[in-house]
């Protein structure tokens, strides 16, 4: 995971390619990308879903997605959004950090603090039957965030990992307990 500069937006890195593969599977009638950056995850989206809606706080990312993706969004997560999804995605910044100077990969403390306000804020816009698919690392305390998703109404299970040099990405998959 890389750090960008302030007027650019998150070019798709490792992270960003391991997460899009997963998704060449799922299929579905809506979807949410948070966190869109480039667009990247939203466009694997739009093959096998008929809405796909993608926000992010930097309106540099939402200029670029935009030139692939119709409904982009400038928000903090699915704050702004009156609609449920069947499946929400995220590319989480999960970096641990003292502040947030860079919001495209600084996850604050331990890298959990920006991606549990995240997913809180996802869980209230996932259908009965939906999921969440988020990446995290082995640099973040993920546990932290799989229990954040249990103790809101979730199976969460890792449901893939890849070693890098230097850390493991890590892809959790949270389905709404019936
Ligand atoms: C690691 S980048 C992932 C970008 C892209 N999804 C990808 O996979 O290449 C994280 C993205 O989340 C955005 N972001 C950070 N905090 C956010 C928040 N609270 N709400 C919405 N987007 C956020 C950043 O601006 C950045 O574009």
Not at 69 to 85: E, G, H, K, Y
Not at 139 to 148: G, K, R, S, V, W
């Amino acid at each position: 995971m890389q750090k960008e500069s302030q007027n650019s937006y998150y070019v798709p890195a490792e992270d960003s390619i391991f997460l899009a593969d997963y998704l060449e599977n799922q299929k579905g009638r809506s979807a949410l990308d948070i966190g869109t950056g480039s667009g990247i995850l939203a466009k694997v989206l739009s093959k096998n879903f008929d809405l796909v809606v993608a926000t992010d706080v930097n309106i540099f990312a939402l200029k670029k997605a935009h030139e692939i993706i119709t409904n982009c969004i400038c928000c903090n997560a699915a704050d702004v959004l009156r609609t449920s999804f069947d499946l929400i995605v995220c590319n989480l910044p999960y970096l641990p950090s003292e502040e947030l100077s860079d919001p495209a990969v600084d996850g604050l403390h331990e890298g959990v603090e920006i991606p549990s306000m995240i997913i809180k804020s996802a869980s209230q816009r996932i259908e009965k039957n939906g999921k969440m698919i988020f990446l995290t690392s082995s640099l973040a305390n993920y546990d932290i965030l799989i229990q954040l998703c249990e103790s809101l109404g979730f199976v969460a299970k890792i449901v893939a990992k890849k070693k890098l040099f230097y850390e493991e990405l890590l892809l959790v998959e949270c389905v709404r307990k019936t």
